[in-house]
């Protein structure tokens, strides 16, 4: 996106769900943890996150899933699409869409991969975006790019 007047919408695949953000996201990146592959059934997850105020729900209602205290999966009740991962982080409550879920997906490329340490040994990817063990700031980054074969 190119700036923060960009207004960016996605939905479940059925349509019973649909939704809006406004504005650039705070993060962009692929998370190997157990807790995104679980509730997704992928093997990782990429999401954009938005604060709570950028996002506007304009159809449906989501169903939404406390997988870890304070944290939320949301999926579509009708389809099953898993929609976001909503949570608080540094004081204020964030939204990460399922990249898939967006219907321009190529605006939010990613620029990192997080929980590294949690990545299922036979996956990888041929990228070179830094790898972070968990997440930026809690450590150094521990390689860039994927790992050589």
Known sequence: MNNTSDIASGGCHCGAIRYQVIGEPDFVGCCH?????GSTGAPITIYPTFPEDK??????????????????????SICGTSISYESPWNGK??????????????LFPPDKHVFDIDRIQWFDTADHLPRYATLPGNGDAIRHGPIDK
């Open 33 to 37: 943890c157990k807790d995104c592959r």
């Open 55 to 76: 996002v506007q729900f304009t159809k449906g209602k989501r169903q939404k899933y406390e997988s870890s205290p304070g944290a939320f999966r949301t999926f579509c």
């Open 93 to 106: 409550m964030i939204i990460g869409f399922h990249i898939s879920t967006l219907d321009r997906p190529e």
